[in-house]
């Protein structure tokens, strides 16, 4: 791993005026970091740090500070979180790592003031706690979305299988129109042929009636010039 890839892990704290911490910085490595130090050097104080750096609401402010702050530098991103006095309460502002900070709250910030260690060292029933970070009816809506989607799929199945049993007999009825098909295509092609036969036929019959017309008239200018004949002679 090279230096840059080493430094892009490394976790830097820059705090002021939170818990007893007047000022500090602290680079954190990957891995596993053990605070240790004697009472009252301010470890407690860094574990809030990190904590309002998370995002976190459980931090507090230094006893004579109106305001504090938090940043953390990882991974070329940059976290800032802001804590301001607000008479008995303190209020937070920024942007802290996680979006959503109560599971950490929960079971990862385990300071002596934790719900969920004060609930095992007392010996009670984690059940409530565990879950409280769960959305039940956000569950239980989409368990219901999901039943219904998968009734939709069943309907969508049994619609599919209903067709795939109906196929065979499409695909024989498929094959008749495609025979019936075939044979109106042979007997239009035969009735084109006739067609064309009758065709040459009229223009035969068309050509002998013209043959014949051209006779008549012959015919009527000859019964007309031996009826001027009979004119003369009897004259």
Request: proline share 2%.
């Amino acid at each position: 791993m090279t230096t840059s890839q080493q430094d892009s892990r490394i976790a830097r704290f820059d705090v002021q005026d939170i818990g007893g911490i007047d000022q500090t910085s602290v680079d954190i490595p990957p891995g596993v970091t053990v605070l240790t130090g004697k009472n009252a050097t301010n470890r407690t104080s860094f574990l809030q740090s990190i904590m309002a750096a998370m995002g976190s609401k459980q931090a507090t402010l230094k006893g004579d500070a109106e305001e504090g702050r938090v940043s953390l530098s990882y991974q070329g991103e940059q976290y800032e979180r802001t804590l301001t006095r607000a008479g008995n309460s303190v209020q937070f502002s920024g942007e802290g790592y996680l979006d959503d900070p109560d599971v950490a709250d929960l079971f990862a910030f385990l300071l002596e003031t934790n719900e969920a260690r004060r609930s095992v060292a007392r010996g009670d029933d984690l059940r409530e706690i565990i879950m409280r970070p769960v959305d039940i009816d956000a569950i239980r809506s989409e368990v219901e979305q999901l039943e219904a989607e998968k009734g939709e799929i069943n309907d969508e199945l049994a619609t599919i299988e209903s067709r795939q049993r109906d196929l065979p007999d499409l695909e024989q009825r498929r094959t008749e129109l495609r025979e019936q098909i075939e044979a109106k295509r042979e007997e239009l092609a035969e009735r084109e042929e006739e067609i064309d036969n009758s065709s040459r036929d009229i223009e035969e019959s068309r050509q002998e009636q013209d043959v014949l017309e051209e006779k008549l008239d012959e015919l009527r200018l000859t019964r007309s010039d031996l009826e001027s004949v009979r004119r003369d002679i009897e004259a």
